[in-house]
C-alpha cells in the first residue's frame, strides 16, 4: 500500500506543509501512519462533533498520540450542530474548519483518507439522485481546495485493504457506532447494495474505478471541444454574457455549454443550477421566443435579448411611482435623476434625454413605469401601445424594464424616457415649448 501511495500520489512529495483530516477511524488513522513512515511535513486537523458519547475520548486520544509523535495538531468542536442536514451540515462545518487551519498555517496540501468503497457509495448515491455529468463523476482524487489543493490518495484503496494494514500494524483506532445507523441514505447504500454488488461481481470497485476515469476523460474531452465557445464568455461589470453565435449549434452540446458555464462563474456568483432549471434554459434556448428572462435563486437573472445572452444581478426597483413639479429635481438611489425646468433655465449637465413641453402641459408630471394598458400617441393619426412599440423597435426586456413614463395629470403619456417623445411634446415646435425635463441616466 505504501508503494501504491508513492506512485499514484507525487503531489505528497512536493506539498511544501500537509495537513492530514484525522477522525480516528480505520481510514485517517491508516493514511496517517503511511504519511508518517513517508516522513512528511504533515500536521493533523480533527473535528470534535459532539454527536457522540465517544466523541471525547476520540478527540483526547488524537492530542495524546500527536503530542507523542510531536505533530502539530489542530481541534475544534462543532458547537451548533443542525437539526436538518445533519450530514450536510457537519461537512461544511469540517472543510470550513480545514480552510481556515490552511490558510492561517500556510498549508498547500489537504489530504483526507476517501478510499474505493467510498467513491462507490458516492456514485450510487447521486446516481439515484440525478445530478450532472461532474457530479456523477464521483469524488476527485485532486482538486483545487482554498489556496491549495485537495488529495485523496487511498482512493484506489478498498476498505478491506485498510482494516488488513490497520491489523497487520496493529494501529489503533475507533469504530463509529453511527456508521450502522441506517437512517443515514449513505449507510444504506454501504450497507444494503454496495455488499449486493460485490458479491455479484468481485471486480465491481474497480469497473466504479475505470467508470468514474471514463467520466472524468469524457467531461475533459467536452470542455476541449467547447474551449472557444466558452472563451467567447464576456465578463463585464454587472455579470456576464455572450451570443447565441457563441453557442454549439446542436442541442447536446448546447447544454453542456450551459453547465460548463455555470461551473465557472460558481465561485463568484455561489449558483446552484440544478438540472430543471439547465433543461428551462435549453429549451428556451432552442424554442423560446426572441427575448425571455429566467430567475436563478434569489440574486441572479438569465436572459436572452434577441441575439444576447447575459447573466446579471437581480434590478431593485426603487420606487415605481413619484411626481415631480416646475423648479423640482428628483434623483434615485441607482443615479438616475429628472430635472423640470423652464427652458430660459439653463441646465448644467448635458441630459441624456429630454422632454419638451408646450404652456399647456398640466402639472405637476407623474414619472411612473409602465402598466397593461399605456398607450402613447405618437402623432397626430397615430396612437399606440407602449408595449406595442418596444415590439416594434426591438428594445430588449431589460431596457424595457428600465424605462420610465411621464404622466401629466390628464393622464396623457407625454414620453417613454429613455426612448420617444409623444406629439404632444414636440422639439420641432420651439415657440410653443416654454419648460423642459431633462432625464440623467
Known amino acids: 500500500m505504501e508503494r501504491n501511495l508513492k506512485k499514484l500520489n507525487p503531489e505528497l512529495f512536493t506539498a511544501q506543509k500537509i495537513l492530514v483530516a484525522v477522525s480516528t477511524g480505520v481510514d485517517s488513522m491508516v493514511l496517517l501512519d503511511l504519511l508518517e513512515k513517508l516522513a512528511l511535513p504533515i500536521g493533523v486537523a480533527h473535528v470534535n462533533h459532539q454527536l457522540r458519547a465517544e466523541s471525547e475520548i476520540e478527540a483526547v486520544f488524537l492530542a495524546n498520540y500527536c503530542r507523542e509523535k510531536k505533530l502539530p495538531f489542530y481541534q475544534t468542536l462543532w458547537q451548533q450542530p443542525v437539526e436538518k442536514g445533519m450530514e450536510a451540515g457537519a461537512r461544511k462545518f469540517r472543510y470550513q474548519f480545514f480552510a481556515d487551519v490552511m490558510e492561517k498555517e500556510n ?82 447504500i454501504r450497507q444494503k447494495v454496495v455488499p449486493l454488488l460485490k458479491a455479484e461481481n468481485p471486480q465491481f470497485l474497480r469497473h466504479i474505478q475505470q467508470f468514474q476515469q471514463q467520466l472524468n476523460d469524457a467531461e475533459t474531452a467536452l470542455k476541449w471541444g467547447l474551449k472557444e465557445n466558452l472563451n467567447n464568455v464576456k465578463k463585464t461589470d ?73 447573466l446579471t444581478p437581480k434590478q431593485m426597483v426603487v420606487t415605481e411611482s413619484f411626481q415631480i413639479g416646475l423648479h423640482q429635481e428628483k434623483k434615485l438611489s441607482d443615479g438616475t435623476c429628472f430635472n423640470l425646468r423652464k427652458k430660459t433655465q439653463i441646465s448644467a449637465e448635458k441630459a441624456n434625454f429630454q422632454v419638451f413641453l408646450p404652456a399647456t402641459t398640466a402639472f405637476p408630471l407623474t414619472i411612473r413605469k409602465r402598466q397593461t394598458g399605456d398607450r402613447i400617441q405618437l402623432t397626430k393619426d397615430l396612437r399606440k401601445k407602449v408595449s406595442r412599440y418596444f415590439i416594434d423597435q426591438k428594445i430588449s426586456v431589460d431596457l424595457r424594464e428600465k424605462a420610465w413614463l411621464v404622466e401629466d395629470t390628464n393622464g396623457e403619456i407625454l414620453a417613454i424616457l429613455p426612448f420617444v417623445n409623444s406629439c404632444l411634446s414636440n422639439s420641432l415646435e420651439t415657440d410653443k415649448i416654454l419648460y423642459i425635463l431633462d432625464y440623467f441616466d
Not at 128 to 133: H, I
Not at 272 to 301: K, R
Open 107 to 188: 498549508y498547500d496540501l489537504l489530504v483526507t483518507a476517501h478510499h474505493s468503497d467510498d467513491q462507490a457509495e458516492t456514485m450510487l448515491m447521486r446516481l439515484v439522485r440525478g445530478g450532472s455529468l461532474q457530479a456523477h463523476a464521483g469524488i476527485q482524487r485532486i482538486q483545487p481546495f482554498t489556496k491549495g489543493r485537495l488529495l485523496r490518495p487511498l482512493l484506489n484503496e478498498p476498505k478491506e485493504s485498510l482494516i488488513s494494514y490497520a491489523k497487520e500494524n496493529q494501529l489503533v483506532y475507533f469504530e463509529d457506532a453511527s456508521n450502522q445507523s441506517e437512517q443515514y441514505f449513505r449507510n444504506r
Open 238 to 310: 454587472q455579470g456576464w454574457n455572450f451570443k447565441l453565435s457563441d453557442l454549439p449549434e446542436i442541442s447536446a452540446s448546447r447544454y453542456y455549454f450551459l453547465q460548463f458555464f455555470f461551473q465557472m462563474i460558481a465561485e463568484d456568483t455561489n449558483l446552484l443550477i440544478s438540472q430543471q432549471q439547465l433543461q428551462q434554459m435549453l429549451a428556451l434556448i432552442n424554442d423560446g421566443p426572441s427575448q425571455w428572462s429566467q430567475d436563478l435563486g434569489d440574486d441572479w437573472q438569465f436572459r436572452r435579448s434577441y441575439q444576447q445572452f447575459s
